[in-house]
Nanobody, 121 residues
Framework: QVQLVESGGDLVQAGGSLRLSCAAS????????MGWYRQAPGKLREWVAT???????NYANFVKGRFAISRDNAKNTIYLEMHGLKPDDTALYYC???????????????WGQGTQVTVSS
Protein backbone atom coordinates (compact mmCIF):
# COMPACT_ATOMS: atom_id res chain seq x y z
CA GLN A 1 0.00 0.00 0.00
CA VAL A 2 0.89 3.66 -0.09
CA GLN A 3 0.15 6.47 2.34
CA LEU A 4 -0.18 10.18 1.67
CA VAL A 5 0.39 12.91 4.24
CA GLU A 6 -0.46 16.52 3.47
CA SER A 7 0.94 19.55 5.26
CA GLY A 8 1.19 23.32 4.91
CA GLY A 9 -2.40 24.39 5.44
CA ASP A 10 -2.89 27.54 7.49
CA LEU A 11 -4.96 30.65 8.09
CA VAL A 12 -3.95 33.48 5.76
CA GLN A 13 -5.35 36.82 4.71
CA ALA A 14 -6.80 37.38 1.26
CA GLY A 15 -4.03 37.98 -1.25
CA GLY A 16 -1.61 35.84 0.68
CA SER A 17 0.31 32.73 -0.31
CA LEU A 18 0.73 29.19 0.94
CA ARG A 19 2.66 26.12 -0.09
CA LEU A 20 1.09 22.73 0.45
CA SER A 21 3.08 19.51 0.46
CA CYS A 22 2.00 15.90 0.03
CA ALA A 23 4.50 13.18 0.87
CA ALA A 24 3.95 9.61 -0.23
CA SER A 25 5.37 6.60 1.58
CA UNK A 26 5.15 2.83 1.26
CA UNK A 27 5.09 1.15 -2.16
CA UNK A 28 5.57 4.41 -4.05
CA UNK A 29 6.85 2.75 -7.23
CA UNK A 30 3.23 2.09 -8.18
CA UNK A 31 2.25 5.77 -8.18
CA UNK A 32 1.37 7.46 -11.45
CA UNK A 33 -0.49 10.76 -11.51
CA MET A 34 -0.85 12.76 -8.30
CA GLY A 35 -3.02 15.74 -7.63
CA TRP A 36 -4.81 18.12 -5.34
CA TYR A 37 -8.52 18.33 -4.65
CA ARG A 38 -10.45 20.50 -2.24
CA GLN A 39 -13.73 20.47 -0.40
CA ALA A 40 -15.37 23.50 1.13
CA PRO A 41 -18.07 23.16 3.81
CA GLY A 42 -21.38 22.16 2.26
CA LYS A 43 -19.85 21.63 -1.18
CA LEU A 44 -18.69 18.66 -3.21
CA ARG A 45 -15.02 17.80 -3.47
CA GLU A 46 -13.52 19.41 -6.57
CA TRP A 47 -10.39 18.90 -8.62
CA VAL A 48 -7.70 21.58 -8.35
CA ALA A 49 -4.62 20.34 -10.22
CA THR A 50 -2.79 17.17 -11.22
CA UNK A 51 0.75 16.33 -12.26
CA UNK A 52 1.82 13.13 -13.98
CA UNK A 53 5.04 11.19 -13.47
CA UNK A 54 6.80 13.23 -16.15
CA UNK A 55 5.79 16.53 -14.55
CA UNK A 56 3.01 17.51 -16.94
CA UNK A 57 0.53 19.63 -15.02
CA ASN A 58 -3.14 20.41 -15.51
CA TYR A 59 -5.25 22.93 -13.65
CA ALA A 60 -8.86 23.73 -12.96
CA ASN A 61 -9.83 27.02 -14.59
CA PHE A 62 -10.46 28.74 -11.28
CA VAL A 63 -6.80 28.38 -10.19
CA LYS A 64 -4.98 29.03 -13.46
CA GLY A 65 -2.40 31.74 -13.02
CA ARG A 66 -2.60 31.61 -9.21
CA PHE A 67 -1.64 28.06 -8.25
CA ALA A 68 1.29 25.93 -9.42
CA ILE A 69 1.68 22.20 -8.87
CA SER A 70 5.07 20.53 -8.90
CA ARG A 71 6.54 17.14 -8.21
CA ASP A 72 9.79 15.82 -6.76
CA ASN A 73 9.96 12.14 -7.70
CA ALA A 74 13.13 11.60 -5.66
CA LYS A 75 11.24 12.66 -2.52
CA ASN A 76 7.89 11.14 -3.59
CA THR A 77 6.36 14.53 -2.87
CA ILE A 78 4.12 16.96 -4.69
CA TYR A 79 3.59 20.61 -3.89
CA LEU A 80 0.93 23.21 -4.48
CA GLU A 81 2.09 26.81 -4.52
CA MET A 82 -0.90 29.06 -3.99
CA HIS A 83 -0.79 32.82 -4.55
CA GLY A 84 -3.44 35.49 -4.61
CA LEU A 85 -5.58 33.49 -2.23
CA LYS A 86 -9.25 34.40 -1.97
CA PRO A 87 -11.84 33.61 0.72
CA ASP A 88 -13.44 31.25 -1.84
CA ASP A 89 -10.26 29.16 -1.70
CA THR A 90 -11.08 28.21 1.88
CA ALA A 91 -11.37 24.42 1.97
CA LEU A 92 -9.87 21.18 3.13
CA TYR A 93 -7.23 20.34 0.54
CA TYR A 94 -6.67 16.68 -0.23
CA CYS A 95 -3.86 14.93 -2.03
CA UNK A 96 -4.66 11.97 -4.30
CA UNK A 97 -2.46 9.44 -6.01
CA UNK A 98 -3.27 6.98 -8.77
CA UNK A 99 -1.60 3.81 -7.51
CA UNK A 100 -1.40 0.19 -8.61
CA UNK A 101 0.16 -2.77 -6.89
CA UNK A 102 1.76 -4.14 -10.09
CA UNK A 103 2.15 -3.29 -13.77
CA UNK A 104 -0.72 -5.62 -14.66
CA UNK A 105 -3.23 -4.38 -12.08
CA UNK A 106 -5.69 -1.51 -12.27
CA UNK A 107 -5.02 1.84 -10.66
CA UNK A 108 -6.68 2.73 -7.37
CA UNK A 109 -7.30 6.15 -5.87
CA UNK A 110 -5.32 6.76 -2.69
CA TRP A 111 -6.30 9.79 -0.62
CA GLY A 112 -4.61 11.69 2.15
CA GLN A 113 -6.38 13.05 5.22
CA GLY A 114 -6.34 16.66 4.05
CA THR A 115 -4.88 19.95 5.22
CA GLN A 116 -7.04 22.97 6.06
CA VAL A 117 -6.62 26.23 4.19
CA THR A 118 -8.57 29.19 5.53
CA VAL A 119 -8.47 32.56 3.79
CA SER A 120 -9.81 35.53 5.71
CA SER A 121 -11.19 38.62 4.00
Amino acid sequence: QVQLVESGGDLVQAGGSLRLSCAASGRTSGISTMGWYRQAPGKLREWVATVDARGTANYANFVKGRFAISRDNAKNTIYLEMHGLKPDDTALYYCKADWRVSATSAYNDIWGQGTQVTVSS
